[in-house]
């Protein structure tokens, strides 16, 4: 090994020496690349490379008859493509794609390394079940008998919400789709996965801002950007190969980046205005660039009278906002909250990128929808090089947020009313009344599940206050990291009181060790998405098809055969999959991706076969750099990936849509409006566009969106053919809509006279139906400001999602005497997540080897604290932890950083003696989270952890 494995504070050689020790010889980069599966001509691991500087080069030996796959990193969000070399069934090399317009031959850090991720000796090799304190070998009928016996037993005292499924964003489209169904043939909606701690909030704001929650351009277009708006994202970390795109736009259009973080970042580095922030105060910050904005005319007004509603009553906020009160809340100066204002307006189109920095507070909706306003107000929206870039964090956390592996909608964001569920029985093929009988009531059928965000609280709460039969009994932790949650003490508890937990992963998690417990403890081996095929959502949209590179390692079984093998125990395989192959016991994927291609209308995953997308990943090569369109070959006029909405069916053949409302291209040709989603007036205002439509259309105005009724009325009707007739008087006649009709038809007539099919809209910067209509600042619960709770206070306690929430009874309590200190949290660019399986990783292990935390200089001399020395730090509820100090300027005074991607040791407490032989991670760390405290977003309790409190020792 790289790392002495009795130590989780390894000395740290130097790559270079590490490797001679294990490989009995000086490596240079050459050897090092070879030895870690990569072909010479491919990146270095401890960095990307700018798009374009990378060619190809000779590997240094033939490759003989080598089978060359494709496949998708298996990381963040930003879609890279990698090329396998695989002989005799085994994976031997690794380069980049430089055919992909998303990478081109780039790689991070990461991606790099993705063959070892899937070969690595660290992985569990076979079940096992924790009985008498001792982890056991079983086979995988008796994992399947055993927890599905438990399952049951639980539905018939307590019912079936008292089972947990907490899926992934490492599954598939396909696999994410068969999950989402698997729990409602359950008959429960307490399921959910990573996207509600991470982009939650920005699905919410964004959509309930005009129609879609969703990045709305691509990578690629920023090199369209003449401004570049970051605010709480750090790419130069945690998406590299995006950060290359940035680059070339600051190039080629000399484009302004300004950069809004807490820390001075990789990314800050770059930045023509760093801005520090004070962690929270997002809004203040925006609404003080729009103060300028207005107050300078530099608004774009013909758009905004044309394609927004609400801005009026935006304004007398955002008024508020001076130079001075600006500077009071959020610690940046006025003058240059003022340079920033005239760089964006003077620099036109502009994008706003963000990510969990501003995802991760407890009015997290209030700060994605003051991103979008601020696109509004410029006119940026609907353009090339402007939009909301919005980059996601898990190379499928797209895919399954668009899939609904959520607790409170089905696929395609069809929410949980009678109307979706009957929707989706016709797709399914099964009566209703049936899905019905499966859940315990029909007003729990239509209730928002527990989020996994608050799935602690409804194991530990007590029942009387749950909004279901019984508490939390079992969980079902499938490919999802637990240190990537706040409260992890209460975690602990809430481990050891659970019946049951079920560990479904291709390495055991740092969930098998939290709690001290001596049996009922399942680790399952899931194999990595290298080992299966299937289709994944990149941020922008798009969609890539993986091919399968090797079989399945060692016992590991594909997810969505996990996923049969428990439908069939548990008695609904028959009528789960009766439109779906079963080969054995493995569903066939492409069956999966054809189901789900009948029923996502809402957002258009309907047009991407599986056809299409193997066509497309065969001719990558063809399409453009930086709009994404095929220009010649099979995929002709096409975008890569047939980013969604992909309107109609596969034969329709509809480009996709590359930028989201952008009315200068017909519908047809991936154009589009505003969404019509809340209604055409609104207190007797128009909600509908202005004398603004998309190109091409026929309707020279703002309209609904289409129903049946609606082609009827235009007298477009006649359009239809019999077949698609039939099939929209077999649903609801004149009352089908765009998104019920099965057949297509609607949603074909209205593009084919140039509208888009959810209707032409403004976008709405007033959202009526959340706790703030119009954006505000609320001071973080935990706050050393005290000065600002009562001018800026939280919501009143509540509850939410069957559980109760707080708010004022936390923020009421000052702990900030004993913890004066900010704690904050992010990413880095060697691991991934939670970090169990990029631990693992031994040339990632080799270039992260220890948790930290950042300390400004002052900190740490007023606290004794020295550069490389270890420190504790404190939570005000109760959790600790002890890490090694790295003293920096790039957090202010008062300020604390620390990475979430560290697990294994618990308090000071290194726990490797408690994982499954042999599947120990390299690199064991604290998890940041032991710190992080209670908060939840007031519309989608979206975790708070980007500002809270602490306090800092010398151990």
Known sequence: MLIKKNSRSAAAPRLKQALSRSMGTAVDRRAFLKNSGLAAGSLALAGSLPLGAVKKAQAAEPSGMAEIKSSVCTHCSVGCSVKAEVKNGIWTGQEPDFDSPFNLGSHCAKGASVREHAHNERRLRYPMKLEGGKWKRISWETAIEEVGDKMLQVREQSGPDSVYWLGSAKFSNEQAYLFRKMYAFWGSNNGDHQARI???TTVAGVANTWGYGAMTNSFNDMHNAKAIFLIGSNPSEAHPVAMQHILKAKEQNNAALIVCDPRFTRTAAHADEF????????VPLVWGILWHIFENGWEDKEFISQRVWGLDRVRPEIAKWTPEETERVTGIPGEQVKRVARLLAK??????????????HHNGNNNTRAYCILQLALGNMGKAGGGTNIFRGHDNVQGATDMCVLADSLPGYYGLAEGSWKHWARVWGVDYEYLLSRFKDKKLMESKGIPVSRWIDGVLEDKANIDQPDNLRVMVLWGHAVNSQTRLPEMKKAMEKLDTMVIIDPVPTFAAVIPDRTDGVYVLPACTQFETSGSVTASNRSLQWRE????????????????YMFAKKLGFADEMFKQIKVNGAEPQIEDITLEYNKGMWTIGYTGQSPDRMKRQQKYKRTFDKT??????????GEYYGLPWPCWGTAEMGHPGTPILYDQSMSVADGGLTFRAR???????????????????SELKDGYPEFSMAMLIKLGWDGDLTAEERAAIDKVAGEKTNWKTDLSGGIQRVAIKHGCAPFGNAK??????TFPDPVPIHREPLYTSRRDLVADYPTYKDTKAWRVPTLYESIQAKDVSKEFPTILTSGRLVEYEGGGDESRSNKWLAELQQDMFCEV???DANDHGIRDGAMMWLYSPEGGKVLVKAMVTERVAAGVVFMPFHFGGVWQGQDLRHKYPPGADPIVLGEASNMCGTYGYDSVTQMQETKATLCRIEAA
Do not use: F
């Not at 801005?275 to 997002?282: A, L, Y």
């Not at 620099?347 to 991760?360: D, H, L």
């Not at 709009?627 to 002709?636: E, I, M, V, Y």
């Not at 809340?678 to 439509?693: D, K, P, R």
């Open 275 to 282: 801005v520090r922030m004070r962690p929270g105060t997002d």
């Open 198 to 200: 991470c982009h939650s």
């Open 627 to 636: 709009t994404l369109l095929a220009k010649g070959g099979p995929c002709d």
């Open 678 to 696: 809340y209604g055409v007036e609104h207190e007797g205002e128009n909600l509908l566009a202005e004398g603004s439509y998309s190109k091409g």
């Open 763 to 768: 976008a709405r910067t007033v959202v009526w």
């Open 347 to 360: 620099n036109r189109p502009g994008t706003v990128v963000w990510c969990m920095g501003g995802t991760q």
């Open 548 to 563: 399968k590179i090797v079989d399945p390692l060692y016992e590991s079984k594909p997810d969505h055969e996990i996923m």
């Open 856 to 858: 400004n200089v002052k």
